[in-house]
């Protein structure tokens, strides 16, 4: 079986000053084995080739990929064996979508990203200030992820289409919160590009 793994980048150190984003990857190396999973699981499927196109723009500019997974349960896993369960279990999205050896991983043990991991230090320490946030479930942790992010002052853009949720009718909810209560930029993929995304930080941060 030919090896469908993302390709990898290095990552470049910050120049001073510079206004570094990174792309979060939200609990896709999973199971799906929850009511609605198969569901949200294809769905997800779908969003592959344009969350693959996403992370190759981000790698472009020398900045960083980094998972943001659930342990589910397993506090002894790690990376590895975490996506060899999630594939073995038949999620075919964890195998599309697995980690490169230059992607950092971090391990969460609640809804947000941001809870007891070390992904508040370690995005200053790689110069980070500015989010796209992909995954699932949006309402959940995605959500929670946003919201802490939103009170450590990232800017973020969650494309709508590059998030999923086994209740869409709460996935939208969720949008709507986290574009008018966060601030968040949600405009999907297919309308907005990361250069655009960018360039509109950048001047709406220039003195």
Avoid at 1 to 22: C, I
Avoid at 157 to 178: C, K, N, Q
Wanted: hydrophobic share 45%; aromatic share 8%; charged share 25%.
């Amino acid at each position: 079986m030919p090896d469908e793994s993302p390709p990898t980048a290095p990552h470049r150190d910050p120049l001073p000053g510079e206004p570094r984003a990174a792309l979060l990857i939200i609990d896709l190396i999973n199971e799906f084995d929850f009511t609605g999973g198969r569901e949200l699981h294809d769905h997800m499927m779908t969003m592959v080739d344009r969350l693959r196109a996403l992370r190759e723009a981000v790698e472009a500019e020398g900045w960083p990929v980094i998972y943001v997974n659930d342990n589910f349960g397993e506090w002894h896993s790690e990376r590895s064996r975490l996506v060899a369960r999630a594939v073995d279990a038949g999620s075919e999205l964890s195998g599309r979508v697995a980690p490169g050896d230059e992607d950092y991983f971090i391990i969460k043990p609640q809804f947000s990203g941001f809870y007891s991991t070390n992904l508040a230090v370690l995005l200053p320490k790689l110069g980070v200030r500015r989010l796209i946030i992909t995954g699932v479930a949006t309402e959940v942790c995605v959500l929670f992820t946003a919201g802490d992010a939103h009170m450590r002052d990232y800017a973020m853009w969650i494309p709508s289409d590059l998030v999923g949720s086994a209740h869409s009718d709460r996935g939208e909810a969720a949008l709507a919160i986290m574009a008018n209560a966060l601030g968040a930029e949600t405009a999907p993929t297919t309308e907005l590009s990361l250069c655009d995304w960018i360039a509109r930080l950048d001047e709406r941060d220039a003195p």
